[in-house]
């Protein structure tokens, strides 16, 4: 491949979030969220329904050292999943990087500019972080390395500061396209960069204004997920407990997606679905070691502190002739401490999309943290 293929010669002027960004009603909602305490508070997040349900960090790193060592790394990686019942294709573009040796190297997004990712939106929940402009479809977050590496370390996924520039280089380069199987335009087509408009606080800046800060604005789909309240509030502290990211996938669906968690409601997940969803597992060349990574998902959510998962996954194997593995059918059962996130996620969310008027603050339970 050559590498350089993803290099462009266009420059955008950056332009810096207003100060009114920083207090609209928007980011006033994604901030406050529900809960008792600010120990509570520290352990949440959102999650975004369209924009993390896209599969778009799943080329390993050590993939991709395969590619460049037998020279066949690709310029664009297709990925199709469904969404609520729609057929889509993530189409994703690696970004072009030249290290300090002067080579130029391509990335994919991965398991490292997830991670960044999430701390970034957990950043944005704190006041005076976060930023919405409706008019612009923007949103985003400022934020300096230092608080990055600090919440990375406090998570247990501890980066250098080399690490979490390269990772913030990947996203602010790396193009992803996504659009409907049947090539119509629509709601879900989107054509955007992961992070957009990255401003880097250099020495030097930082040298005329010591309280220089970075900005990155969001994706598209998150920003319009602010616009519409189309996020929920979810355990990220349990999130980045996580070892694995197939479990971590696991965690994001089901804070979207089971949002009637009861004992008498239990939650059916296949094998085919997270394979097709979460395109982590197209890497295994044998099917028993890919539903063999699933259980190892489902044991995690189940032995995290707070679990997710109560009871004993039950799981059906769905058998062909000879014994051949069809499919594997998931039965999942909620601990208490997931149906009681899951309820305040909903009633935070029933909250928001009945405020016409900035919140009321002085409300005990829905707590913003400040600076």
């Not at 290099?7 to 810096?16: E, M, N, W």
């Not at 997004?109 to 923007?138: C, F, H, M, W």
């Not at 679905?273 to 998902?297: E, P, Q």
Request: charged share 25%; proline share 4%.
């Amino acid at each position: 491949m050559n590498e350089k293929a993803n290099t462009s010669t266009r420059k955008k002027q950056l332009t810096h979030p207003k100060q009114e960004d920083f207090n609209g009603r928007q980011i006033d909602l994604f901030q406050s969220l529900l809960c008792n305490t600010e120990t509570e508070r520290d352990s949440l997040s959102n999650v975004f329904d369209l924009w993390d349900s896209i599969p778009r960090y799943i080329v390993s790193r050590q993939q991709q050292d395969k590619w460049r060592k037998a020279g066949t790394f690709p310029l664009l990686y297709e990925i199709p999943f469904h969404y609520r019942g729609r057929e889509l294709t993530a189409t994703i573009q690696p970004a072009a990087i030249k290290g300090k040796d002067g080579i130029i190297q391509a990335y994919f997004p991965s398991a490292n500019e997830e991670l960044i990712e999430d701390v970034l939106r957990k950043i944005a929940t704190i006041q005076n972080n976060g930023y919405y402009n409706q008019k612009e479809n923007r949103s985003g977050v400022v934020f300096t390395l230092h608080m990055v590496r600090k919440e990375l370390e406090k998570r247990g996924h501890g980066r250098t500061y080399s690490e979490i520039n390269l990772s913030l280089e990947i996203m602010a380069r790396s193009v992803i396209i996504t659009s409907m199987a049947d090539g119509k335009d629509g709601e879900f087509t989107s054509n955007s960069l992961y992070l957009n408009n990255l401003f880097k606080a250099t020495k030097s800046r930082i040298a005329e204004d010591p309280n220089t800060k970075w900005f990155a604005d969001f994706h598209p789909f998150a920003s319009r997920a602010l616009d519409e309240l189309t996020y929920r509030q979810f355990n990220y502290a349990r999130l980045m407990s996580h070892r694995s990211q197939l479990a971590r996938w696991i965690n994001k669906v089901l804070s979207l997606k089971y949002l009637n968690a009861s004992f008498t409601h239990p939650f059916e997940m296949r094998f085919s679905t997270i394979k097709r969803d979460s395109g982590l597992l197209n890497g295994y060349t044998l099917l028993r070691l890919a539903v063999a990574a699933v259980d190892t998902a489902f044991k995690e959510l189940h032995d995290c502190k707070p679990s997710l998962l109560g009871n004993k996954t039950e799981k059906k194997i769905i058998e062909g002739n000879r014994g051949k593995i069809l499919d594997v059918i998931y039965t999942l059962h909620p601990s208490r401490e997931f149906m009681a996130e899951v309820k305040a996620a909903s009633k935070r969310q029933a909250i928001a999309s009945n405020c016409p008027k900035p919140i009321n603050k002085s409300n005990p339970r829905l707590i913003k943290q400040g600076v």
